[in-house]
T-cell receptor
């Protein structure tokens, strides 16, 4: 079974802090994604990566950046956390374009 | 703009059948996915439709009509463990996924 692991289930950070959310997948998938999930809204794509060192902006990249130095790891960075970034963050991966996504269990981030 | 509509919440009885609808308006179409998400857990893949018709997988079936921009997920012989949110997602012409807000399904004994 594919495993997508997010380093933290719950995080509480203060406004202005730099926040790192880590995601690791163990199936050598090329594509990796970061979404946020908020009540009443569909998943919104923040950033994605089709390969190592590659990154593409999704629908809501403002206030975020990403890093993919190794194939298995895709990090989401909040340069200066704000309260409107309080959300559930989901990482996902897939081998190729036509495959379904495999999701991690999510990180619930609260910014106070 | 692009839009996916699904009911916010549905209630059904254990052992019964429930149909969760999804309508979409997207720029192009390259397939429709259904995912299940239990509270506090990761979404997990249920089904994929790219051609019109019904795809059956055990107790779950998914139907697609591309001309109507419509899909449904049919769950038979409902079990308490089927209580979850069901997410509909459409892949558009750029191969990006557009997600519905999800339907929370409540199963009552």
């Amino acid at each position: 079974d594919v495993k997508v692991t997010q380093s933290s289930r719950y995080l509480v950070k203060r406004t202005g802090e730099k926040v790192f959310l880590e995601c690791v997948q163990d199936m050598d998938h090329e594509n990796m994604f970061w979404y946020r999930q908020d009540p009443g809204l569909g998943l919104r794509l923040i950033y994605f990566s089709y390969d190592v060192k590659m990154k593409e902006k999704g629908d809501i990249p403002e206030g975020y950046s990403v890093s993919r130095e190794k194939k298995e790891r895709f990090s989401l960075i909040l340069e200066s956390a704000s309260t409107n970034q309080t959300s559930m963050y989901l990482c996902a991966s897939r081998p190729v374009n036509n495959s379904p996504l495999h999701f991690g269990n999510g990180t619930r981030l609260t910014v106070t | 703009g692009q839009n996916i509509d699904q009911p916010t919440e549905m209630t059904a009885t254990e052992g019964a059948i429930v149909q969760i609808n999804c309508t979409y308006q997207t720029s192009g179409f390259n397939g429709l996915f259904w995912y299940q998400q239990h509270a506090g857990e990761a979404p997990t893949f249920l089904s994929y439709n790219v051609l019109d018709g019904l795809e059956e997988k055990g107790r779950f079936s998914s139907f697609l009509s591309r001309s109507k921009g419509y899909s449904y997920l049919l769950l038979k012989e409902l079990q308490m463990k089927d209580s979850a949110s069901y997410l509909c997602a459409v892949r558009d012409s750029n191969y990006q996924l557009i997600w519905g807000a999800g339907t929370k399904l409540i199963i009552k004994p």
